[in-house]
């Protein structure tokens, strides 16, 4: 299984700041297609997961322009330019170069 | 959009089975497949397995194989997760999600499972 590691586990925001999440993975994501199946989920606090970027710097139907993601091969990242209260929550990375596996989670708070 | 709507919470017994409907609407059932993943008290996200109901073929986690089966009927554009052998490890809400057109790109609102005798 490729294992997502993701970094911090923790964060915590003042509004309007800035936010950066690491995500690294133990094998490269980079399939023969020449796609990388790298992807990022916000689950707010009491809901379901939610898509926002995908193949690692498409940003979902709906989302906010202020989350971008880059990064290739085996190291990723997540940015929220300016944090809103709205924002808060528990990010997952997740890989489906292979049989899907998600970070720990990272916990987003607003200070 | 596609939305998923899952089976009400249960509670099940130690060694015994479950079986958690996911109800799809909003998109053509045969052109997305269905991934189940659960997320045990206060952890992260596992990936269980998953079917793709046009073909019927399904997989799984390798530490689900045997115990976890996938089943989709057309007829009523619903889904199913059985696992069984269950234990107090299983407790977790479970949640099923579409690939429609990216993976996991619409989720169940999660069915609690708890294992206790």
């Known amino acids: 299984d490729i294992v997502m590691t993701q970094t911090p586990l923790s964060l915590s925001v003042i509004p309007g700041q800035a936010a950066s999440i690491s995500c690294k993975s133990s094998q490269s994501l980079l399939y023969s297609d020449g796609k990388t199946y790298l992807y990022w989920y916000l689950q707010k606090p009491g809901q379901s997961p939610q898509l926002l970027i995908y193949?690692?710097?498409n940003r979902f139907s709906g989302v906010p322009d202020r989350f971008s993601g880059s990064g290739s091969g085996t190291d990723f990242t997540l940015k929220i330019s300016r944090v809103e209260a709205e924002d808060v929550g528990v990010y997952f990375c997740m890989q489906n170069a292979q049989l899907p596996t998600f970070g720990q989670g990272t916990k987003v708070e607003i200070k | 959009q596609v939305q998923l709507v899952q089976s009400g919470p249960v509670v099940k017994k130690p060694g015994s089975s479950v079986r958690v409907s996911c109800k799809a609407s909003g998109g053509t059932f045969n052109s997305f497949s269905i991934s189940w993943v659960r997320q045990a008290p206060g952890q992260g996200l596992e990936w269980i397995g998953g079917i793709i109901p046009f073909f019927g073929t399904s997989n799984s986690a390798q530490s689900y194989q045997g115990r976890a089966t996938f089943t989709a009927d057309e007829s009523t554009t619903t889904a199913y997760m059985e696992l069984t052998s269950l234990k107090s490890e299983d407790t977790a809400l479970y949640f099923c999600?579409?690939?429609?057109?990216?993976?996991?790109?619409?989720w169940g609102q999660g069915t609690m499972v708890t294992v206790s005798s």
């Open positions: 999600a579409s690939h429609f057109t990216q993976p996991f790109d619409a």
């Open positions: 193949e690692v710097s």
